[in-house]
């Protein structure tokens, strides 16, 4: 399994970027998928997931800003990212917690960091 993320980039503060992850190879079905994300010197931390039903969390300081979405046809998830403070600037993650049949556990797959700056 592997997952593939892109869409991150230099943006001004206020502006908008939007985070796209893929996953492909052997899988059976979907636990959750969200996003992560760590700056510099600190701890890698949730930004927000969406469960295999829809349901979605966020991180406090992204509400209102961020939106995830999934499609579950393509084995994606996006992430809207709006209003881009610089203290959004980090590199980026998406983690899926999937099974490869349905005799595995699930399991946690996460993709390549893209870096996201917000210049002020």
Not at 17 to 46: D, T
Not at 50 to 78: E, H, L, M, P, Q
């Amino acid at each position: 399994v592997q997952l593939q993320a892109s869409g991150g980039g230099l943006v001004q503060a206020g502006g908008s970027l939007r985070l796209s992850c893929a996953a492909s190879g052997s899988i059976f079905s979907f636990n959750h998928m969200g996003w992560y994300r760590q700056a510099p010197g600190k701890q890698r931390e949730l930004v927000a997931a969406i469960t295999s039903g829809g349901s979605t969390n966020y991180a406090d300081s992204v509400k209102g800003r961020f939106t995830i979405s999934r499609d579950a046809a393509k084995n994606t998830v996006d992430l809207q990212m709006n209003s881009l403070k610089p203290e959004d600037t980090a590199v980026y993650y998406c983690k899926a917690q999937l099974r490869r049949s349905w005799s595995l556990p699930y399991d946690d797959y996460w993709g390549q960091g893209t870096l996201v700056t917000v210049s002020s």
